[in-house]
């Protein structure tokens, strides 16, 4: 049994909560909120026991062997590594961090403390993602690369109002690339690996966050144009045309869940399993890595995380 403290009150973990009880092999144990009614209440809704607002107490739990980390964006790299260096396996909400020396330093955290970190990105684990992506080399030289995740946030209005949610707190590193958009280069950089180029022209807002934006990922032969908002819905999903066909999205990049696909004027068929919660696939591979010391899965999923950092810390630096 791989046994979770968790930390954060989301909706996001709330969903997580709910993998983890569908899940077999895995159970949360803890709720971490510096909040504890906060906590106490949430924990209460999602059927745990525990709750603590001292989060080196939770670290300190001999009954706890990983802990998912679902805070603001600023604080996911400190945390990682405290529960690293106490000899806790860590999964991190996305993004795992926006620059490259973060990720570098939980990467060294966790070989370290001999344990592993992954970055929880829903997208790479959905199986008609990995169906669409096992069609790549069948399409031929590869013509154009469109992914879009855009979503009128339910704190826009707030932020509108003039409050600070922290989705759209600067201080808190968020905004739309931060938050809708690493899906999109996640799967980028799964599909076509570190671009040469990074340019992003973002839609800012009074306060210097990105409301919206559109990136640009510059390959060798390729050009991958990538749509992310928060204060809009503008039609996500993707499109991945070569010379012999296609694979596309239609919806939610975290979900990838309607989709289609042809070769050589053929219709190939995306059929594979489509679980209500989408993150049920990534947590039992987490849950199969840790379990079975797969060093190599390790060394992949940092590689991973440490490119899409790159590329969001590039793309920031390109908005000036």
Not at 103 to 110: E, L, N, Q
Not at 174 to 182: F, Q, Y
Not at 202 to 222: H, K, Q, S, V
Not at 274 to 280: F, I, K, P, S
Request: charged share 25%; net charge negative.
């Amino acid at each position: 049994m791989l046994r979770f403290g968790t930390v954060g009150t989301s909706a996001i973990m709330r969903l997580m909560q709910h993998a983890m009880a569908q899940v077999d092999g895995v159970e949360c144990r803890a709720v971490y909120s510096r909040d504890f009614a906060r906590g106490r209440e949430f924990a209460d809704s999602v059927g745990v026991a525990a709750v603590c607002a001292d989060y080196n107490k939770l670290l300190a739990q001999e009954d706890i062997d990983a802990v998912y980390i679902a805070s603001p964006n600023r604080f996911h790299a400190e945390q990682a590594c405290l529960a690293m260096r106490a000899g806790k396996h860590v999964i991190v909400e996305k993004p795992a961090a926006v620059t490259g020396a973060e990720v570098r330093r939980m990467i060294d955290t966790a070989r370290e403390n001999g344990v592993f970190f992954f970055e929880a990105i829903t997208t790479l684990f959905m199986p008609k993602y990995l169906q669409c992506r096992a069609l790549l080399p069948q399409l031929g030289t590869l013509r154009s690369a469109e992914l879009c995740y855009a979503q009128y946030s339910s704190k826009y209005d707030a932020y509108l109002r003039g409050e600070n949610p922290n989705i759209f707190n600067p201080a808190m590193r968020a905004g739309a690339l931060n938050d809708m958009g690493v899906y999109c280069v996640h799967m980028a950089v799964d599909l076509f690996g570190m671009p040469e180029g990074v340019r992003y022209a973002p839609e800012l807002g009074e306060n210097g966050i990105d409301l919206a934006g559109e990136l640009t990922l510059r390959y060798p032969n390729l050009t991958v144009r990538i749509v992310t908002a928060k204060n809009a819905n503008l039609g996500s999903g993707c499109r991945v045309e070569g010379e012999r066909g296609f694979f596309a999205e239609d919806g939610p990049m975290n979900d990838f869940g309607v989709c289609s696909a042809a070769l050589d004027g053929m219709e190939i068929k995306i059929d594979a399993a489509h679980a209500e919660n989408r993150m049920v696939y990534e947590l039992e591979r987490f849950r199969d890595a840790i379990e079975a010391r797969d060093e190599a899965f390790f060394a992949r999923m940092a590689r991973q995380s440490l490119m899409v950092a790159e590329i969001l810390e590039r793309a920031h630096g390109s908005e000036k």
